[in-house]
């Protein structure tokens, strides 16, 4: 339960001219909802709209007047060209008939020129519609909230949207407009919950501490909105979050009162409708501080860095997704079933850089995706991932080894995994590694493409985890996990978290072919290569099996 506030606001005309669009704006006459819910009532939400690419659903947007939609940047990557896509308005549901909808083409896209894809900063845009829409019972513009408008921790704020219900869980048919009631998590709080500074003053922070309400994949450009009196104003643009209705980790939208300027400058002043909202009451989140979390600052491996500088981490729209390894300048080594959500590689980033001691993460690389080449020899579930920039190597990022030779490392070789999962059943989630042996696999499992391990609690987002297993002082990949998220591959037939069976991994040595023909054969693998060891590129395509073995004579 969370204590509701008695809030006074100041509404104020801001623009001269604008008097006809405020008396328009943010009035949803069906809409009599006073708690949460999960279908929307028709007409309950007349400016949300439905955002299509090719027949398909991909993001939200609201209607701020006549002619223009407000949704968020990363919805729209790259510049794309507006015609192959659809706005739909009064919509309801998104597989039955709706009598109340009109659709318009796209004429303009216009992200914000400050937008920024690594720390989804500014993640706002405009759509421009091919004509104007008339305004009906069901099709309204929501009113914006003003430069300075205030929203306070635990203010009652709506989402809505046609997004997932949980994290890779589509919303079920018909796929009905759902609605969710969730408080404003003050700014400082959030950024102590996300543990690293990404939450800017161009964001707030809106859900449940506990978890169970929140936007997802689907929503995202939608709005947030908050009732004044009779008016309904939108403060928010669902932009990102860690994964969907977390415990600790609140959704995280745009701020729409900071943008009323660029916004103005292309929709015209008076054609939009800003009003100004302030709170009577103090901001408690101007109290909070940050305490160290347990689980990552000052803990180290026993090693004289204390790091596994290889490691990746492969984020979904900002939501970590699976683990991977860097292999190479260039590339990062996963699943393709890590992929089975989406293929195209403007909706993927990978981090580098995880330091257990550094509270700050401020050794974080945040890189996008170029592309991603997969190999689908049967039961190899393997993919490549083109990084678009080359990142700085050093003590914290670097090349694993992999090993490519089928090294002997049998039954009873201690290694180890290194995943996300905490292992002590709290919410938080942190870099951790787990000590295990090698085992026989199942007699059903192909000892040739598999190599199997001492049951392992992981989790989803440990898929494309290393096995990794050392030899004199090199550590080796032999493995990585895969848990069969996609029907294509079934690798690991057990449901995460069952440590009832030997887990098991994909050998690296069947896919050396994969590998090393790949990464010779992509050009950018060489451009700038003369900055990096020689060694870097050998420990991974070049070493002969006479080399390797002298290397730990």
């Not at 940047?73 to 109340?100: I, K, M, W």
């Not at 845009?125 to 929501?142: D, E, M, Q, R």
């Not at 890189?367 to 678009?388: C, D, H, P, T």
Request: negative net charge; aromatic residues 10%; contains cysteine.
């Amino acid at each position: 339960m969370f204590r509701k506030l008695s809030l006074v606001f100041v509404v104020a005309l801001l623009t001269k001219g604008c008097e006809c669009q405020l008396n328009v704006c943010g009035r949803a006459p069906l809409n009599t909802r006073i708690v949460g819910g999960q279908d929307a009532p028709v007409g309950a939400w007349p400016w949300q709209v439905s955002l299509h690419f090719e027949g398909s659903h991909f993001c939200g947007g609201s209607l701020i007047n006549r002619e223009w939609i407000l949704t968020a940047a990363h919805c729209f990557p790259g510049n794309p060209d507006p015609s192959g896509f659809t706005v739909y308005l009064g919509r309801e549901s998104q597989e039955q008939p709706n009598s109340n909808e009109v659709s318009r083409n796209i004429s303009e896209v216009i992200t914000h020129p400050q937008y920024d894809a690594y720390y989804h900063d500014n993640d706002m845009a405009l759509l421009h519609l091919s004509s104007p829409v008339n305004f009906t019972t069901y099709i309204k513009p929501v009113c914006l909230a003003a430069e300075g408008s205030i929203f306070n921790n635990g203010s009652d704020m709506w989402v809505t949207g046609w997004g997932n219900v949980n994290s890779g869980v589509s919303l079920p048919s018909p796929q009905n407009l759902q609605e969710v009631r969730v408080p404003i998590v003050g700014n400082r709080k959030c950024n102590c919950l996300y543990g690293n500074a990404q939450i800017t003053d161009n964001m707030m922070c809106a859900g449940l501490l506990d978890g169970g309400k929140d936007s997802c994949q689907g929503d995202s450009g939608g709005p947030m909105v908050i009732k004044q009196g009779s008016v309904w104003i939108q403060a928010g643009v669902v932009s990102w979050g860690y994964g969907c209705a977390q415990p600790d980790y609140p959704g995280v939208y745009a701020r729409v009162s900071n943008y009323q300027s660029w916004i103005s400058g292309y929709t015209g002043a008076s054609q939009t409708g800003f009003i100004n909202s302030t709170s009577i009451f103090s901001e408690e989140d101007e109290n909070v501080t940050c305490s160290t979390p347990p689980l990552l600052c000052g803990r180290k491996r026993d090693s004289s860095t204390g790091i596994w500088p290889w490691m990746a981490s492969l984020k979904y729209y900002g939501s970590s997704a699976c683990m991977g390894t860097l292999v190479s300048p260039n590339f990062v080594m996963t699943t393709a079933s890590c992929f089975s959500r989406s293929m195209n590689p403007n909706e993927w980033t990978v981090v580098l850089g995880f330091v257990p001691w550094d509270c700050s993460n401020t050794l974080e690389v945040y890189v996008n995706v170029a592309n991603i080449v997969y190999n689908f020899a049967s039961g190899n579930n393997v993919a490549l991932v083109e990084l678009a920039i080359t990142p700085e190597l050093s003590d914290y990022i670097n090349i694993v080894t992999v090993d490519m030779y089928n090294l002997a490392f049998g039954p009873g070789s201690q290694c180890t995994v290194v995943g996300w999962n905490t292992g002590d059943g709290t919410s938080k989630q942190f870099l951790q590694e787990f000590q295990t042996s090698i085992v026989n696999c199942d007699p059903s499992t192909d000892p040739s493409l598999h190599i199997c391990t001492e049951p392992l609690d992981v989790q989803q987002e440990d898929e494309g985890s290393p096995l990794l297993c050392k030899m004199g002082d090199t550590w080796f990949q032999t493995g990585f996990l895969a848990l069969g998220r996609s029907d294509e591959f079934i690798i690991d037939p057990e449901s995460s978290g069952n440590t009832d069976f030997p887990k098991v991994f994909i050998r690296t040595t069947p896919i050396s072919s994969f590998l090393t023909n790949t990464l010779y054969n992509v050009p950018s693998i060489f451009d700038g290569a003369e900055s990096f060891s020689p060694l870097s590129l050998t420990c991974i395509l070049l070493l002969s099996l006479p080399a390797l073995l002298q290397a730990f004579i």
